[in-house]
């Protein structure tokens, strides 16, 4: 398994909040620094408007820092996974990471799967892999089902056991259900806290390690289920804007970052 970043590790160095926002080469160049050897360009749509020009500058630059990049995006319509198709052929991506839905579409599963048996064909003549993640929206039996009925090697599952909580579906369900098909890991740890007077809780971002997050153990079942299959893993966070500001965020997202790729080295 090879480790990277993810642009969600950014997520609020390019956000709004962001005095500047960090440009795609200041993430990548940060990415290599940090010890990444993949960066996911993930729900970045400024990257749908990238003439073949600046793409193959992108390609480039990914290049010359030693990194394999990945795309992200949602929706499972075969107009838009062919505009990340042809993406993915002008930067050299192996793997586009997708979701079922969007905000303006909600497919049932048999709706998906006729939709995603129209485009997948594509992406396997092109050696590209489309992996769907598991989220709350969808149930990760559901997500499975769709799976398993187009029945391509080059669909597959994007694991990420964290977002499937809010569904109240346990993270070791989740890995053990998804395993099998999973292409691609989202890392990142999670844990509930108590609010203010101890009404309710916030379900949050934590560094790797201190959460309810069994890394290991979600490792472990992939490589069992996957053999000697490929599956990047790549770092995220859910990290709360801290009430310092920006200066405060930033720093501890950058902390964050460093503290998951160091875990992931000492790990292989």
């Keep these: 398994m090879a480790h990277g970043i993810s642009t969600y590790a950014y997520f609020w160095r390019i956000s709004a909040r962001a005095p500047r926002p960090l440009t795609l080469t200041e993430m990548l160049t940060d990415t290599a620094s940090l010890g990444g050897r993949v960066f996911q360009i993930c729900d970045y749509p400024p ?14 630059t990914a290049r010359d820092l030693g990194l394999e990049l990945e795309l992200g995006t949602r929706g499972v319509r075969p107009g838009h996974l062919a505009t990340y ?7 050299g991506v192996t793997l586009v990471r997708s979701m079922l839905n ?3 579409h909600r497919p049932t599963p048999d709706e998906a799967v006729a939709l995603l048996q129209e485009s997948v064909p594509a992406y396997a003549d092109a050696g590209v892999t489309l992996g769907l993640e598991t989220y709350e929206q969808v149930a990760t039996d559901d997500l499975v ?7 391509d090697d080059h669909l597959g599952i994007v694991l990420d056991p964290g977002n499937s ?3 109240l579906e346990r993270p070791v369900d989740v890995v053990a259900a998804a395993a099998p098909y999973t292409v691609n890991i989202h890392v990142k740890d999670f844990a509930f806290t108590r609010r203010d007077g101890w009404v309710g809780f916030t379900y949050a971002g934590c560094p790797l390690g ?4 069994d890394h290991a153990g979600m490792v472990a079942a992939v490589r069992q289920a996957r053999g000697d299959r490929r599956v990047n893993q790549i770092v995220e966070h859910w990290l709360p804007w801290q009430d310092e500001g920006f200066d405060a965020t930033a720093r501890l997202e950058h902390q964050w970052t460093q503290h998951s790729i160091n875990t992931l080295l000492r790990s292989e």
């Design 210 to 213: 201190e959460g309810l997050l």
């Design 145 to 151: 089902s769709v799976v398993r009925r187009v029945g």
């Design 47 to 60: 990257i749908e408007t990238y003439d073949a020009a600046r793409l193959a500058d992108v390609r480039a």
């Design 102 to 104: 969007t905000a303006g």
């Design 85 to 91: 198709l042809r993406l993915a052929g002008e930067l």
């Design 165 to 167: 909580v809010a569904r």
